[in-house]
């Protein structure tokens, strides 16, 4: 492998920027690569030139481009859960933001306690802030054939990244290969519904012989799926009304309809032998429309009402047969990152200097809706209001290779960080928030289903911290590595917090190695947390009645009447060690025990019943906010075990990976007064075991690949005007299979499906009675098989 100029030019979130490394002309040392496992040079979790997965002391994952395309969907997530046991994403249809913004989780914790980085650099926040209040990047605005591939640090990393970084770091390096490569993909469900196109291009160039520019766009388009049966409300309506044409089904439950448009460039450029120029970006436009539940025209009070303010006039006249908000989004992502990169001193001293922004922006919109509370005055589609997250960072970072006359220099990296984060909420339509005269006789205030964003809580929030770091990794004999690092971080909301990490690697043998690190992090809670509140709408699956939740920022004078408290950071402790195998028969292996400790974890308040008294205009059924108020202790296991070698006339390559993962909460106040739902969220929502299998064999110009995914049992939740109902799910196994021939050296095609089988879990017996067949929190596909056709074209 070829060192390239600069290529210890280490940045602060990262080791360094793809293209100051050479990769293998492979995709990855993955069990699909060509290469023997281990051997692809990576640069999340060390700050050290030329490390493999094998030489590191904390698990890194590599996912090969040629395994992103092997997956139908899109969407990254998908791609990330399909390859990682430790990674799970949840589908979450009619779920608010969540139905496009999909929460992901590694090692079982929250979506933001997992730091995402772009060719080594700090990737900015969705503007969205989950039901649980978790506000992580959205890794569907990737285009999936910009990547080279992704690198996933399993270990606590804060001390070396800062933020979020608690649970791990996911790292897309971006594709720098001068040439053109093409795709166009189509693929349905077996329930013919689902129709989903994609195609994308992607074109480089060299820049002489002093860098390379390259290019992606990336489209997409997917039908919306519906596993729905008729409500039983809506079939004796119909029984009873026959004069009316009442939908069937009154509602879909499903994946939503989406289009998307992504892109992205990287681009590097020597000026000189010592410096060098790079920048790149990523860019995401689309839109989606998701339904919500059926209001039914007989039952539902808050809308259906003769009353005295509005004589004469029932919305019964508009929606004879009740209606079913379309809750719409348009969303929009980009970030750019540019820098200058370069050595001083005969090479023993680089530089890495950098300004990133980026920039998430989500304008809700509803249609087929209405206000009660303004009678005949009500409009039916309203403008929500608009989300937007702002970043900018300013990064300066070194790296000093100090001789002490070991077996490699003293890797020593240093460098500070300037950040400042921007959150701004937009207010709706005043019809979208508006409280008219109907709603003194009980009907419901707000455009039904999603209330617009009123001028109370629009509003701009910011903070900014400074951060300044030391990472010292060193080789003193040729069997021990050794490193250690600290950070220290000072934030404008709420102070400071210094957080170090110490990790050790010694191989006796040659290709056994024994791993082992330890380090403390934290999780800033963001402007969003901090400052804005949020109001939502569920159906009561018992009464079957609209109900209105409040969720309040911890410092309004409410939440401060209720038992809020200022947030604070969540703090982190964390346990990583194993061992790795890597032999030359190309069999590899790996096995890491973890354990993370969070103090003060984020999380939703009990609900509360607004107090006689108190104001309560929108008519919130309970209200609550966010809060530091657990600790938790999650134990776990990852295991690998990879073989790619010659089997008969061809290549095999085979992979079993297997993740236990435990969270138990150990104390907090929520704890001790009660709150029962949400320590069965943190403990019990995730399948504690978790496994994928891969089997592939090429042979000449065929390649064919069986995928097994195994999901363990867990709990589901669902929220009610007065208390949560929780069921248990088994164990479900997935298959794949894809299939893919060389028509010649540049045109490809691959055929395959997923979920083989056709399999679906459990039904989820307490949604029934609103149509829901299976549980919207699934940590997987609940849509059934799906197959698909894939073209490529390649110079």
Request: some cysteine; overall charge negative.
């Amino acid at each position: 492998m070829k060192l390239l100029t600069g290529c210890a030019l280490l940045a602060l979130n990262s080791a360094c920027a793809a293209p100051l490394y050479a990769q293998t002309e492979t995709d990855s040392a993955v069990p699909n690569d060509p290469d023997a496992p281990g051997e692809v040079i990576i640069v999340t979790g060390t700050r050290d030139v030329g490390r493999t997965q094998f030489d590191t002391a904390a698990p890194v994952d590599v996912i090969s481009a040629k395994e992103i395309d092997a997956v139908i969907s899109s969407d990254l997530t998908t791609v990330l859960a399909r390859q990682l046991p430790s990674f799970n994403v949840q589908r979450l249809p009619a779920a608010d933001g969540q139905a496009f913004v999909r929460p992901a989780t590694l090692r079982g914790l929250s979506p933001d306690h997992t730091l995402v980085m772009v060719n080594g650099k700090r990737y900015h926040r969705s503007a969205l802030l989950g039901s649980r209040g978790a506000q992580a990047p959205d890794l569907n605005t990737f285009p999936g054939l910009a990547i080279k591939q992704v690198e996933v640090l399993r270990d606590g990393a804060s001390a070396q990244y800062g933020s979020d970084a608690i649970a791990g770091v996911i790292n897309f390096i971006l594709d720098d290969t001068p040439g053109l490569q093409m795709f166009g993909q189509y693929s349905q469900y077996y329930k013919n519904d689902g129709d989903a196109y994609q195609a994308g291009v992607q074109g480089g160039v060299a820049l002489g012989d002093r860098g390379s520019l390259v290019v992606t766009a990336e489209f997409s388009d997917g039908a919306a799926t519906s596993r729905t049966r008729q409500r039983p409300d809506a079939i004796a309506l119909q029984a009873a009304r026959p004069d009316l044409a009442i939908p069937n089904p009154v509602q879909r439950w499903g994946q939503p309809e989406t289009q998307t448009l992504r892109g992205a460039f990287n681009l590097q450029y020597e000026l000189s032998d010592a410096l060098e120029f790079y920048a790149f970006g990523t860019g995401a436009d689309g839109n989606g429309v998701t339904d919500f539940n059926w209001r039914n025209p007989v039952t539902t009070g808050s809308v259906f009402k003769d009353t005295v303010a509005f004589p004469d006039f029932n919305f019964v006249s508009i929606y004879p047969t009740g209606f079913t908000p379309r809750f719409g989004t348009e969303f929009s992502d980009l970030q750019a990152v540019g820098g200058l990169r370069g050595d001083l001193a005969s090479g023993a001293l680089t530089y890495d200097l950098s300004a990133s922004t980026g920039r998430s922006r989500i304008e809700y919109n509803m249609s087929e809706s209405l206000n009660a509370s303004l009678g005949p005055d009500s409009p039916t589609s309203f403008y929500l209001g608009r989300l937007e997250q702002r970043e900018f960072n300013l990064n300066a970072d070194f790296v000093y290779q100090l001789d002490l006359g070991g077996y490699q220099p003293l890797n020593v990296a240093f460098g500070a960080e300037r950040r400042k984060e921007t959150y701004e909420v937009g207010a709706g339509d005043p019809a979208s928030y508006a409280i008219g005269a109907g709603a003194a006789e009980g009907l419901s205030p707000n455009s039904n289903g999603f209330p617009g964003f009123s001028p109370i809580q629009a509003g701009t929030f910011d903070q900014t911290s400074y951060a300044g770091y030391l990472d010292l990794e060193w080789q003193p004999i040729e069997m021990l590595t050794i490193g250690a690092a600290a950070r220290y971080e000072d934030y404008s909301d709420f102070g400071d917090t210094f957080d170090y990490k110490l990790s050790g690697r010694v191989e006796p043998v040659d290709g056994f190695a024994l791993r082992a690190t330890y380090s403390t992090g934290f999780r800033a809670p963001t402007p969003a947390q901090l400052n804005t509140a949020n109001t939502s709408q569920g159906l009561d699956t018992v009464t079957l009645q609209v109900f209105t939740r409040g969720r309040l920022s911890p410092s309004d004078p409410l939440a401060v009447l209720l038992g809020a408290k200022p947030l604070t950071p969540e703090e982190s402790e964390s346990i990583t060690a194993g061992f790795a195998y890597q032999g030359d028969n190309g069999f590899s292996a790996s096995v890491d025990l973890y354990q993370i400790k969070v103090d003060g974890r984020f999380g939703q308040s009990s609900s509360f019943a607004v107090p006689d008294g108190v104001a309560n205009p929108n008519r919130f059924t309970s209200v609550s906010y966010f809060t530091n108020d657990f600790n938790t202790r999650t134990r776990g296991i990852d295991a690998v075990l990879a073989y790619r070698g010659p089997v008969g006339p061809g290549m095999l390559s085979t992979s079993i990976a297997y993740n236990y993962n435990k969270t138990k909460v150990t104390g907090g106040s929520s704890a001790t007064i009660g709150n029962e739902t949400q320590r069965r969220i943190f403990e019990e929502r995730l399948p504690q075991n978790n496994a994928t299998a891969t089997l592939g064999y090429q042979l000449g110009g065929f390649d064919v690949t069986l995928h097994g995914r195994y999901y363990g049992s867990w709990t589901d939740s669902s929220g009610n005007a007065t208390g949560d109902i929780f069921q248990k799910f088994g164990a479900t196994v997935l298959f794949d299979v894809s299939l893919g021939y060389e028509l010649n050296e540049h045109v490809n095609l691959a055929v395959g499906a997923e979920n083989l089988f056709d399999t679906y879990p459990d039904e989820a017996t307490f949604q029934a009675n609103r149509g829901l067949i299976y549980s919207r929190n699934a940590p997987y596909d609940t849509d059934g098989g799906q197959y698909f056709v894939r073209l490529g074209v390649k110079f």
